[in-house]
């Protein structure tokens, strides 16, 4: 195939995949309203489109694979794609199932590899060994535009937005697939919500089986067009739509209090991240001129330059001037080899910016207290968007938008990182519902994928991000297995000795466990690594940060919080596990009614802990993290050294692999203490709520005050109520009593006064005006009044007066002319 | 001029005397009898100065239209009088204070 | 009927034709009327498409000019036209008042007299968009205020004399200061050949300096500009001049309350950009800062006001004014440096989030007013904190009302968004800090609405009194309610269809504007100092 018929199929693949889900909302939403209320349609319609969606992305990329000779170049897979037609056979066709076909003589081929690392990442057509470009973009329709200022929505396709594609349509196939058995008591007329009391009894209402689905629908069709989003612009529409599907899933108990206030809290939270993203978008929306990220063709992209074309070279370098006045100026490549300066703090606050708006969206410290109360949600939906996918948006964001970030705002996302996975680790060491500790332990991840991205760990981060995605919606449908089995109750104290009765449940849980925490035998057997993907993921994360803190001594927190957060991590998750599943009942009651869930819940767990032991398989040289690098921006496979103003040094591939202590190599040193503490944090869980053998409760009396604040989830809650919510009524009681006092008191006053007035000018016309008028209205009356006696009507007497006026006027008349 | 002075006292004396008869008659026809002496004292002194100054025949004129008018008035009078007195039953005009005020 | 005259005077007195013909109909025939109005609506609502059918986007100059001479002792004109402005509002005012129309079934006092009062107002409305003779706008003007009074007046609910009264003197205070700037202009064009005019195309052309020999000066055009902005504001309305606001949507009968926040509210808008920016540049320019100001300061301000209120309606009113301060501030970012404009494709795209914020808002207004009239005429309360658990009682109308609630939020994909995020985009270019001041309403927003949202339709139970009363939305509110949503959707998806009509025309209001202080005229920022 030529690129622009890679292009058009993969972007009619994806398209097909992202808008599948959509129309599947449509039927659902509208099916619900006609007859489905007792019938599986609408779940059957949802596995169907998300199912399907997830064959079209593994196709797109298998076929990207394929055609851009990627698979052949890196010797994955070589002899089954070359046999298969295109578009052809599906369903053994799993790009991470085959990975036994890649021998360890890649090892050889590693170092050589990292030094092509720059033109795998190289934008567009640099690529030259290959006439394929690493992105196709393109656009689906116009927006609006004004003057040279256009805003479309597209999409950008890259090794990156593929891997995403079919990582999220398979997670929402099988969590779809799960969701069937695990609401199917929503399928009912009659359904009693026990946690909702009204009068006597609880509440009785129809069930919503329907739009549950419908809402799932929704959610995967956002998220699927985030991934795609073709510019930055885009991302933030979306971004707002996987936001209120977040509310509706999370509202779906409608009727619960704190499920609509736990919705509200997600979306209004999100919603100060998204002010920052807004403040990041008006910056390089002014600063820039556009949204797009990168424009791959070369013509295209003479006229309307993406912004990381803009802002980097192809080597992923910036130019900073330094001014006149002293500061510091980013030059930016516009239109036409045309230049122009910002201010680079403006770049920084951009940056800082774009970053809010992912602290809120993956639930990292500062506003990560609405991720916990999300969990209000039904199980499938915290798995699929409160774990895999949506909170996973804010790093997938990061590392989308990798080149708009300085080394300033790297640091930063690299501290909010570390803050925020030791803190979450913390607090989920003294939770006991289980869907909380997960949701801390989901925290943490993201704090880690973050903070990797912030200490130069694109690939690592975002490896971190698909195996995360798949061994923690493992564990959230195993925890709503066992909340399934045991009729709704979450509080792991009244659990215990589960493993007899739902050992599926319980091993696959145990699989996510061992992955998240990273347990691995180190060391190559049988051409096997026995390690799970979690361990890869975090090795590399830890190295990365490791790496960092030996170019920037003073970030020594960086990497001390990490290690820490991994012995924690394994602390707490053995600590779910045995609690939950190991030893004797804690609560025989509970016990005894507990079951193992149907197969349409555990067939998802099994294929879901396939990957959560395989996505990442063979780590640094398997096929994964080879997909990553070939999205990974310009320049980071050698990293970048220190720069004005912040000289700050991001580290590269080699800095992972440098020699460190004798023969080895960073990477080996922080795998090694990173295994050692997870290790330590395991047998520590396992003293205690495996074996027994040391009690909780004495730990915890010893350090009640800090216990107590770790349960109350160091006191954000508490402390944001008195920060913002209460003052936000506070003055929006001032405001809307400003209006009704200040403004229409003037208002009042003024028709008071206005009042007032006439009211003396009516004083004035009555008793002045008028009262002159009518007393020579009176005066006159009078006179007449006085006069009529003359008129007598006599006749004669009428004659008299004529004749002797007459005489009268005459006389008068003599005497003057006297 | 003692022809004019002459006609002039005659037209005074009728005057007065209409004036008079009009003053003391009580009967309606009486008085309609006296407003005819004054009538007629105004045409004798308009004649009178028509006859005797170089005012020219205006006086003639004007009499001649006085003449027509006290005969209207005189059948208008008449007829008030003749409903007066089917009104009335009297043709006393002292009895006729309806318009007094 | 191709014919403009024809055309446009058939789209502004249909209406009135109609109110015509129902003076002599029975007044027993309530059913009868009420159809017959219906007709006479729709009968505008397609003539409004008949003149969209021939609108040439393209064009962006005023088309289909008609100019008769109707008093010529003061050179008045029965002028009228269209453009890529007026012409989407035009659509939204026959639109909106068909919408009204179906949602007035549920008036039953005096039907007769309510269904001419509506009539005249509709006719009033679309002369005040297709007027460009600044006399004749402004009889429109004020032959829309006196129906709204008494449609308010006698329709209203308890406080009903008061608010009427409110929202007339208010209007009228607004409405003689534009008539004083309307007389400047008159007597100021004396010059030229034509003499004095109320010709508004004219008069830009004098305000903007294109015609030898007569022009306004700095001192006349601030001075007129702020007559003019003050008048206009209070129609918008912005802080401090929006308390009308509030009272009349309370007391206003949800037919009417959808007409003042779907139409009336636009007319604001609509003079600022029609009127006081093209006549008075140099009184924008000098103004701008402080327009933008009032519009960043009415978003956070109606926001918070909202979030105060117990009052369903009282606080859609209020999310108005927080929701047309975006359109002022879309309007004036107009920033000029060194005596030429800044980044004019920024400021051409606030215009235009601005005129689409105010299509969207008149869908999504329109639409919140709407519902909650629904409620109100089946429980007879509006407290807010007497509802929930109308998404079980009534979920088909509860699905519909949180679409439109998410309108109004601002969400993408629905028409509310396009608006606000274009004008806070556009705003950096002026000022990053009153750009940041507006973002943060969206934050507040999400706030009061969601909140509503909760305590209105989520939750367990009812609350309040009357719940027998509450029964499913019948098919005439239902389709009410779905073409609002209808249209808000499509609008969100594909903003273009709203931008398409009205870009030509907005690019070239913004570049004769900026040619106006770039060709170095004696440049309002002058005489500040």
Not at chain 1, 437 to 466: D, F, R
């Amino acid at each position: 195939m030529e690129p622009d018929q890679l292009k058009n199929w993969l972007s009619l693949l994806l398209t097909i995949a992202w808008l599948l889900p959509l129309g599947g909302f449509a039927l659902e939403i509208f099916a619900g309203f006609w007859s489905t209320r007792l019938k599986k349609t609408a779940a059957y319609i949802a596995v169907g489109c998300i199912g399907a969606g997830f064959v079209c992305s593994l196709t797109a990329l298998c076929s990207w694979g394929m055609h851009t000779g990627y698979w052949a170049e890196h010797d994955y897979l070589t002899k089954f794609f070359q046999e298969t037609p295109l578009g052809g056979d599906h369903a053994p066709a799993d790009g991470h199932a085959a990975d036994g076909h890649h021998g360890s003589e890649h090892d050889a081929h590693h170092d050589e590899h990292s030094a092509h690392g720059a033109e795998h990442g190289a934008h567009g057509h640099e690529h030259d060994e290959s006439k394929y470009p690493t992105v196709f973009a393109g656009r689906y329709y116009q927006l609006a535009e004004f003057g040279s200022l256009q805003l479309e929505i597209g999409y950008y396709i890259d090794s990156l937005t593929l891997v995403m594609f079919t990582m999220v349509t398979l997670i929402a196939t099988c969590i779809h697939v799960f969701a069937i058995g695990y609401m199917s008591d929503e399928l009912t007329e009659d359904y009693v919500d026990h946690f909702v009391h009204v009068g006597e009894g609880h509440l009785h209402r129809p069930g919503r089986f329907y739009r549950f689905f419908a809402f799932l629908s929704l959610f995967s069709f956002s998220m699927l067009g985030l991934v795609i989003a073709g510019n930055v612009f885009m991302v933030f529409i979306f971004w707002e739509l996987v936001g209120i599907c977040s509310y509706l899933l999370i509202g779906f108990y409608t009727e619960r209090k704190s499920a609509s206030t736990a919705a509200n809290k997600a979306f209004i939270v999100n919603r100060v991240g998204d002010f920052g993203f807004l403040i990041g978008l008006m910056i390089l929306w002014t600063s820039f001129g556009t949204f797009a990220f990168s424009e791959p063709s070369a013509e295209k992209a003479a006229e309307n330059p993406g912004l990381f074309q803009m802002l980097r070279d192809d080597h992923g370098q910036m130019t900073v001037e330094i001014a006149d006045d002293g500061s510091h100026q980013v030059v930016l490549t516009g239109p036409e080899g045309t230049h122009k300066t910002i201010p680079y703090y403006l770049l920084v606050a951009a940056g800082i910016g774009i970053f809010c708006g992912c602290v809120g969206k993956s639930a990292q410290f500062p506003l990560q207290t609405w991720l916990p109360d999300a969990m209000e949600g039904p199980t499938p939906v915290s798995a699929l968007v409160h774990s895999a996918t949506m909170v996973a948006a804010g790093v997938y964001l990061v590392g989308r938008f990798y080149p708009m970030f300085t080394p300033e705002v790297l640091v930063t996302i690299a501290y909010i990182g570390a803050i925020t996975l030791f803190m979450a680790a913390t607090i989920a060491v003294v939770a006991t519902d289980i869907k909380r500790v997960l949701a801390y332990s989901t925290i943490s991840q993201l704090g880690y994928m973050m903070l990797s991205l912030g200490v130069g760990g694109w690939v690592a981060g975002l490896l971190h991000l698909i195996t995360h995605a798949f061994f923690k919606s493992l564990m959230f449908l195993c925890s709503g297995s066992v909340i399934h089995g045991c009729h709704h109750e979450q509080e792991m104290p009244k659990m215990g000795g589960l493993r007899k009765k739902m050992p599926i449940t319980a091993y696959t849980m145990l699989i996510g466990v061992i992955a998240i925490t990273g347990l691995a035998i180190p060391g190559t057997y049988f051409g096997f690594q026995f390690a799970m993907s979690g361990y890869h993921s975090k090795d590399a994360i830890v190295a990365t940060s490791l790496a960092y803190w030996g170019l920037n001594d003073q970030h020594v927190l960086l990497f001390i919080l990490p290690l820490a957060g991994a012995g924690i991590t394994a602390f707490y998750m053995f600590r779910l596990w045995f609690y939950t599943f190991a030893g004797e009942p804690r609560d025989q009651h509970i016990h005894d009614h507990a079951h193992e869930s149907p197969a349409v819940m555990w067939v998802p767990l099994v294929i879901l802990s396939f990957f959560a032991i395989f996505c990442a398989y063979d780590g640094e040289q398997g096929p994964l993290w080879g997909l990553l690098v070939h999205s990974e921006p310009a320049g980071m496979d050698h990293g970048f050294d220190p720069a004005a103003p912040g000289q700050i040094a991001v580290p590269g591939h080699h800095h992972v692999h440098e020699k460190m202590s004798g023969d080895a190599t960073v990477h080996d040193v922080a795998g090694r203490y990173a295994l050692a503490v997870a290790i330590a944090g395991a047998i520590l869980a396992y003293l205690f709520y495996g074996a027994r053998l040391l009690n909780p409760a004495d730990v915890r009396r010893q350090v009640a005050g800090l216990h107590e604040f770790l349960v109350e989830k160091w006191r954000f809650d508490e402390l944001y109520d008195a920060m913002f919510v209460k003052p936000v009524h506070v003055i929006s009681g001032w405001i809307a009593a400003l209006d009704r006092v200040v403004i229409d008191g003037f208002l009042h006053g003024t028709s008071k006064a206005a009042v007032d007035v006439s009211t003396w000018d009516r004083r004035f016309d009555e008793q002045v005006i008028d009262g002159l008028v009518n007393w020579v209205g009176d005066r006159t009356f009078r006179v007449g009044r006085s006069l009529r006696f003359v008129q007598t009507g006599r006749l004669r007497q009428y004659v008299m007066f004529i004749a002797g006026g007459l005489f009268g006027v005459l006389m008068l008349v003599y005497i003057l002319t006297l | 001029m003692p022809e004019l002075n002459f006609c002039i006292l005659i037209g005074a004396v009728l005057f007065v005397s209409g004036v008079v008869c009009m003053a003391t008659k009580r009967n309606a026809i009486g008085v309609l009898m006296g407003v005819e002496l004054v009538l007629n004292a105004a045409n004798l002194n308009f004649v009178a100065f028509a006859r005797y100054t170089a005012l020219g025949l205006d006086g003639q004129i004007l009499s001649l239209f006085v003449i027509v008018l006290a005969a209207a008035e005189a059948a208008v009078a008449l007829a008030i009088a003749l409903n007066f007195y089917n009104n009335h039953l009297t043709i006393d005009v002292d009895r006729a204070d309806d318009l007094h005020g | 009927m191709n014919d403009p005259i024809i055309l446009l005077s058939a789209i502004i007195f249909a209406p009135a034709v109609g109110a015509l013909i129902l003076s002599v109909f029975n007044k027993e025939a309530e059913e009868g009327m009420r159809v017959f109005a219906l007709i006479t609506t729709v009968v505008t609502f397609v003539l409004t498409l008949m003149l969209w059918n021939i609108f040439d986007y393209q064009d962006p100059q005023m088309q289909l000019q008609v100019s008769v001479p109707w008093i010529k002792a003061w050179n008045i004109n029965y002028q009228l036209g269209v453009d890529g402005i007026s012409l989407p509002l035009v659509l939204l005012t026959s639109l909106i008042s068909l919408l009204a129309m179906v949602a007035s079934w549920s008036i039953t006092k005096q039907v007769k007299g309510y269904l001419i009062l509506f009539l005249l107002l509709e006719t009033g409305m679309l002369g005040v968009f297709l007027a460009l003779d600044f006399f004749l706008f402004y009889v429109f003007w004020e032959v829309m205020l006196l129906p709204m009074y008494f449609l308010i007046g006698i329709w209203g609910g308890p406080r009903k004399e008061y608010a009427a009264i409110k929202f007339f003197l208010y209007t009228l205070f607004g409405g003689v200061l534009m008539f004083i700037a309307l007389l400047m202009f008159y007597f100021g064009s004396a010059g030229g050949e034509v003499g004095s005019t109320f010709d508004i195309l004219r008069l830009q052309k004098i305000g903007q300096g294109l015609i030898p020999g007569v022009e306004f000066d700095g001192m006349t055009q601030m001075i007129a500009f702020w007559l003019l902005f003050v008048g206009f504001a209070i129609k918008v309305p912005t802080i401090p001049f929006h308390t009308w606001l509030p009272d009349a949507h309370v007391e206003a009968p949800t037919p009417i309350s959808m007409i003042l926040a779907g139409v009336l509210l636009k007319m604001g808008g609509y003079g600022i950009l029609r009127i006081a920016f093209p006549i008075c540049p140099q009184g924008a320019q000098a103004a701008a800062y402080v327009l933008v100001l009032i519009g960043a300061a009415s978003i956070i301000y109606g926001a918070f006001a909202a979030m105060a209120q117990t009052d369903f309606k009282r606080l859609v009113a209020y999310s108005s004014v927080s929701h047309m301060g975006y359109v002022i501030l879309g309007i004036a970012v107009w920033k000029v440096s060194d005596g030429s404009t800044v980044g004019s494709d920024y400021w051409n795209m606030g215009m235009n989030g601005a005129m689409f914020q105010m299509i969207g808002h008149g869908i999504s207004s329109a639409g919140m007013f709407f519902m909650v009239g629904v409620i109100y005429d089946r429980v007879h309360h509006r407290d807010l904190n007497k509802f929930g658990g109308l998404m079980g009682l009534m979920p088909l109308y509860s699905g519909l009302a949180v679409g439109i609630f998410f309108a109004g939020l601002g969400l993408p994909g629905l028409c509310g968004f396009w608006g606000e995020a274009f004008t806070v985009l556009s705003a950096w270019n002026y000022s990053p800090i009153l750009a940041i001041i507006a973002a943060a309403g969206v934050i507040l927003t999400a706030g009061y609405i969601l909140w509503t949202i909760q305590r209105v339709y989520l939750g367990p139970e009812y609350k309040g009194p009357h719940p027998e009363a509450i029964t499913p939305i019948n098919m005439r509110e239902f389709s009410v309610a779905l073409t609002l949503l209808i249209f808000a959707i499509a609008f969100g998806i594909y903003p273009e269809s709203v931008f398409g009509m009205m870009r030509e025309s907005t690019t070239l209001l913004v570049t004769n504007l900026s040619n106006t202080v770039n060709s170095g005229l004696e440049f309002a920022g002058n005489i500040i100092q």
